[in-house]
């Protein structure tokens, strides 16, 4: 960029005092100002136009004084050396600035289109006035040719704040295109010659350079090697500064951004790295901070667990991950958003106001501290999702095969803790997802409902009532207000903020916001909306760390959050159809640390004849198995189902009944159905049943082995069944484990009979092993499949090989009949067995087939779908 640099005053200066008169000076400036004016035309008219009136007036109060200085020579000279003197003295204090080089990489990119290419615009707009010089150099792997049409493109897109007159706002975007360029920039020597370029030009233009910014909008695989040539042929020289801007995602766990950190630590200083998360540009969530100081006296008292009921830290999207599942697939929305913008937002929130809200240090410090404070998270501090449509544009987009399951949440709600004084018992729910039914984000703090108010509702006055929800809502924007404001309840307190920055929204009449009028609040908005990343760039040039993610900050967050996300790695995610569809099928509730959905899944998911389903796939399955009905579903909604039935079988069994005689089975399968009927199933009556054994090992009742054991250790201990209606198996009465002469088998049997109306339960659960067989009733063993006896000894073909097991005629007296059939290891003999007819010898799992009971399958969908 040109400028009237030093040494062109000084010679405009020299020129003037060997003028003779002012008459000639008069006519010497417009043909020095031709020259600048043909600077103006390479894109520095601004300093310029500083000096064109003061040579001007120079040369004009020259004109007017002729007679006098032509008199007095001496006083002429005396004038032009005070002009020049101070000229020289304002150009040295703006030349002082320097020359600003910044290098976007990933020039061509989405992000670098959509957004930094205009904050780039933005930060010239704003600061080429003050007398720094710039210049921009988009750069990416793209061929000069094509990314030159595509960067041509966006900066003709560019716009200028709202009140420039169109001509003047071309004018601004023509001087903006003349400093803008786009080259490629690859290999280790494409960063020499572009530092060489920008020296040779700092040189020629006679400048001093200031520093270089490099934005990186690429992938984070691409850094080190970036950050590499940087480094090592592109830093600019002494006395000039070094700013890197990295984007996130900064690692996927703690593990990862470690290494990332380390890596980058060997190229650059802490000092030089600025780690965007462009939620911190928004104006809303930049407001927080100065927002809780401003209004400290009001408070002070109240932003505490005292009154604080709940913190809401919620960023709904309406749009899916579709093109960016590659990305998706790695991070997931906790990754993506939760990790990063939420837990910043809930650090704002949540931590101690430092005195100094300017300082980063403290801030920072204080940051930590917060981190330090959160109680650690465990599988029962998230709900998550995952949208219908996600798995086919995964198989889509990553070429996977059909068979591919992906376990990514695209839809998460996690419960966090903070155990400090300040925080302990308040929940902070923080929530996140795509394909949602609003696009939508906020920070809502509801403070607790501590009033009881003796008028009736209908004279309840907003700004007075305490019967009145009390809340403080950092409205981030979109949402039925559509932008960002902030509003606080008008019987808290009227907030103070920054007049000339913030106004108080208009009212829009029928607005209603968290369930009352928008005339509840006292609401304000910017005066001036900006977009996060204009911000941001802005608070790089003016190195305003701050707004940015220090290393410390980081790795604190992802110590947080990497157990969760280690917990949930095996989790399959609830699926849900998208948009409005979803229903209160995503609605979750809190209990202590635990967070659970409100609502049981919906029933079935039948894909279409398309990989990619669409939400109106969502519904029950009418389909059979082995002429009997069958579920099919992920595993937490297929066992979710099962307890549900037999809950429902329960009640109706004791209604009509009076008790309630369920048999079960031991195994893997079970665990996660009989935590299920413990903790989520307070109306089952557990005190009118019976708990039967459908088989059991010969091993010690106490041995983890031993089926009744794992009953035990996961339904019996936590619910309340009778001593007298718990049936083990008597596999060890007399001599040794399921002795013949001990007769345990004849004892069980005599017990069915005795309590068990016609020996027929009210629900047998059955699992299928991948040989087919079912309770201890193995192939090729005739034990068990026909005849009298309800209870039989068989052997296993593996270890503890003695069993005791129900027979295949007790099981078919009974009522109901479940088979539970979980996991891909099932696949083939879930397929081998569809087609089998009654085949016990070879596949015991075929015999079931109660006499006048139902039988019901319930299969997940790797087992089922393989
Ligand atoms: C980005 C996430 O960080 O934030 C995106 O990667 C998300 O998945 C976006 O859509 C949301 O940002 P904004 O500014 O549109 O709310």
């Known amino acids: 960029m040109n400028i009237i640099s030093g040494s062109e005053l000084l010679l405009l200066c020299a020129v003037s005092q060997c003028l003779e008169s002012p008459l000639e000076m008069y006519s010497f400036v417009p043909s020095f100002t031709r020259r600048c004016s043909y600077t103006e035309q390479t894109g520095t008219p601004l300093l310029v136009r500083t000096l064109w009136p003061a040579t001007s007036a120079l040369a004009a109060l020259g004109m007017l004084a002729e007679p006098h200085f032509t008199r007095h020579a001496g006083a002429w000279n005396m004038l032009t050396a005070a002009v020049c003197v101070a000229l020289l003295g304002c150009l040295q204090a703006q030349e002082l600035q320097g020359h600003v080089s910044v290098i976007l990489l990933g020039a061509t990119g989405d992000l670098a289109r959509k957004y930094l290419w205009q904050g780039l615009f933005q930060l010239y707009l704003e600061e080429a006035g003050k007398g720094h010089s710039f210049r921009f150099h ?32 071309a004018e601004l975007k023509a001087q ?60 600019p020289g002494p006395g000039a500064w070094l700013r890197v801007v990295l984007e996130k995602p900064f690692g996927h766990d703690h593990r990862s951004a470690q290494q990332l950190a380390t890596e980058l630590g060997s190229f650059f200083q802490e000092e030089e790295m600025y ?24 408070l002070d008292g109240l932003w505490n667990r005292h009154h604080v009921e709940r913190v809401e830290i919620i960023m709904k999207e309406t749009v899916d991950a579709e093109g960016r599942t590659s990305f998706y697939e790695e991070y997931g929305v906790i990754g993506d958003v939760l990790q990063n913008h939420l837990t910043e937002i809930l650090m704002l929130v949540a931590m101690e106001l430092p005195l100094d809200i300017s300082s980063s240090e403290a801030v920072l410090g204080h940051k930590l501290q917060a981190f330090r404070a959160l109680r650690g998270l465990q599988r029962g501090s998230a709900v998550v999702g995952q949208y219908q449509a996600y798995r086919g544009q995964v198989r889509r987009e990553l070429q996977k095969p059909d068979s591919f399951h992906s376990l990514t949440p695209t839809f998460a709600g996690i419960l966090v803790h903070i155990d400090n004084l300040r925080w302990e018992g308040v929940p902070f729910i923080l929530m996140s997802g795509k394909a949602l039914d609003e696009r939508v984000g906020y920070v809502r703090i509801l403070f607790k409902d501590q009033a009881y108010c003796a008028q009736s509702e209908k004279r309840w006055v907003p700004a007075q009532s305490h019967c009145l929800p009390q809340q ?15 509003l606080v309840s008008r019987n808290l307190f009227r907030p103070s903020l920054p007049s000339a920055s913030w106004k108080e929204v208009e009212g829009q009449p029928g607005l209603r916001l968290f369930g009352r009028p928008l005339s509840d609040y006292y609401a304000y908005s910017p005066v001036r909306e900006q977009d996060a990343y204009s911000i941001l760039i802005s608070h790089i040039f003016h190195r305003r760390k701050d707004s940015f993610i220090a290393m410390e900050n980081l790795l604190a967050s992802w110590v947080f959050w990497t157990p969760l996300l280690d917990s949930l790695a095996h989790e399959v995610p609830r699926l849900y159809p998208g948009g ?67 809950e429902a079988a329960a009640v109706r069994a004791v209604r009509r009944f009076g008790e309630f005689h369920l048999a079960l089975s031991g195994g893997s399968s079970p665990v996660a159905l009989f935590q299920q009927l413990a903790m ?3 109306g089952f009556p557990w005190a009118h049943t019976h708990l039967w054994l459908v088989d059991e090992r010969c091993v010690p009742l106490w041995d983890p082995e031993s089926n009744f054991q794992g009953l035990q250790a996961h339904l019996l201990q936590h619910v309340r069944v009778p ?22 088998a004849q004892a069980y049997a005599e017990e069915i009979s005795t309590l068990v109306t016609n020996s027929s339960f009210d629900l047998v659960l059955l699992g299928m092993g991948t040989d087919g067989h079912t309770a201890s009733l193995f192939p090729q063993s005739p034990v068990g499949l026909d005849g009298e006896q309800l209870v039989v000894l068989t052997t296993s073909p593996s270890s503890p090989r003695r069993r005791m097991s129900l027979s295949l005629p007790v099981i078919n007296r009974a009522r109901q009949v479940a088979v539970l059939v979980m996991g891909r290891m099932k696949r083939e003999i879930a397929l081998l067995v569809s087609r089998v007819g009654r085949e016990p010898r070879k596949w015991p799992i075929s015999g079931v087939r109660p006499d006048s009971g139902q039988l019901v399958w319930y299969m997940d969908y790797d087992a089922f779908l393989g």
């Open 138 to 169: 988009g750069t990416a792997l793209t061929n000069t040719k094509q990314g030159q049409e595509i960067i041509a493109k966006v900066l003709e897109s560019l716009s200028c704040p709202r009140d420039t007159a169109p001509g003047r706002c």
């Open 176 to 235: 903006f295109q003349q400093l803008s360029e786009y080259r490629r920039l690859k290999t280790p020597e494409d960063y020499l010659a572009l530092s060489k370029d920008i020296e040779a030009w700092v040189q020629h233009e006679g400048l001093q350079e200031a520093g270089r910014i490099f934005y990186f909008s690429v992938p984070p695989f691409a850094y080190a090697d970036i950050a590499r040539s940087i480094n090592s042929s592109c830093r």
């Open 275 to 298: 780690r965007v998360d462009h939620y911190l540009g928004k104006q809303v969530v930049a407001q927080i901070l100065p927002f809780r100081d401003q209004n400290r006296k009001a």
């Open 472 to 486: 403080i809502i950092f409205y981030i924007g979109h949402g039925e207000l559509g932008g960002p404001a902030v």
């Open 580 to 646: 409005a569809e979803n229903g209160h099928l995503l609605d979750f509730e809190f209990s202590g640390s635990h967070v659970s959905f409100s609502q049981p899944p919906l029933e079935q998911l039948v894909p279409g004849p398309d990989s990619a389903p669409m939400p109106s796939d969502f519904q029950v399955l009418g389909a059979k198995y082995r002429d009997s009905p069958l579920i099919s579903a992920w595993p937490e909604e297929l066992i979710a189902r099962l307890a549900g039935d037999i």
């Open 680 to 682: 989520g199933h307070y």
């Open 723 to 744: 001593y007298y209606n718990i049936h083990p198996m008597p596999v060890h009465r007399r001599q040794r484990l399921c002795a013949e002469e001990d007769q345990g």
